[in-house]
């Protein structure tokens, strides 16, 4: 029988390792303070949070003009990135001629764009408010409806504009989150979250029912008109001794 002869296995060059280079250290960027390492509120402490809101300011409204459901949720609707005033500048003389969904679908798509021209997104808004309207009449009676699915289902609402009409129409305890309430959520500590939702249902889970009526308008001010996004008022703030914001000042 044959011998069979294995071809010894060429080795591989062995490859001369890198020298190592001398590390340069890089300048460290400051450490960002973080609002996990920030003791975590107590009941007690957020029921004086909103003690001290509910005593400067016992009733607090929103900014939005309105005069009946139908109006709010016109506002609500138009004002998607838009600022109040911007809104109510143009709904003053819009709410005068067409207050309800059967006066809003007289009026007609290009009149209402006409109106609402100076609102951002006003073509859009306008054909949605068309169709909200005619979906109201259509399925709703003429009314808004008083759920939270039924008042997503209407053409420009979504979550957000459903918690303010069932807050403010309805008097039910929801808690829209816009821009000011999620920031005063996050930088507060009283409801951390990376988004609108996380906010809403942390905040609902923290504020005892007795503020849940108002809670939304207090938070809505706070954010407003003190706990600014570029430049927080905390010298002037009500709740400084209690806010988690590692970077507050006074
Ligand atoms: S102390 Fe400053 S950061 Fe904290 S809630 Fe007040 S304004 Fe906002």
């Not at 044959?2 to 020298?19: C, D, E, G, H, N």
């Not at 699915?149 to 918690?163: M, Y």
């Not at 849940?212 to 600014?228: D, K, N, P, Q, S």
């Amino acid at each position: 029988m044959a011998k069979i002869t294995r071809k010894p296995v060429p080795r591989k060059a062995a490859v001369p390792k890198k020298k190592a280079k001398t590390a340069v250290a890089k300048p460290k960027a400051p450490a960002k303070k973080s609002l996990k390492a920030v003791k975590p509120w107590t009941p007690a402490e957020i029921h004086q949070v909103f003690s001290r809101f509910r005593k400067a300011n016992p009733e607090p409204k929103g900014e939005l003009e309105h005069v009946n459901p139908f109006t709010l949720l016109v506002a609500v609707v138009l004002s998607a990135q838009a600022t109040d005033a911007g809104v109510n500048k143009a709904t003053r003389a819009l709410f005068e001629v067409a207050d309800t969904p059967q006066k809003m679908l007289d009026l007609g798509e290009e009149s209402l764009r006409e109106y609402i021209k100076t609102i951002g997104l006003y073509r859009t808004k306008a054909r949605n408010v068309i169709a909200l309207s005619a979906k109201l009449l259509g399925e709703f009676g003429g009314e808004v409806p008083r759920t939270r699915a039924e008042i997503e289902s209407l053409p420009g609402a979504g979550r957000k504009t459903a918690n303010v009409v069932l807050n403010m129409a309805f008097g039910e305890h929801t808690m829209a989150v816009d821009t000011h309430v999620f920031r005063v959520g996050n930088r507060t500590g009283l409801a951390p979250g990376k988004t609108p939702l996380d906010v809403e249902l942390g905040l609902e889970k923290v504020i005892p029912a007795e503020f849940m009526l108002h809670a939304h308008h207090w938070l809505i001010l706070h954010g407003r008109y003190t706990c600014l996004a570029r430049k927080p008022r905390c010298e002037v703030c009500l709740i400084n001794d209690l806010c988690r914001w590692p970077e507050k000042t006074v």
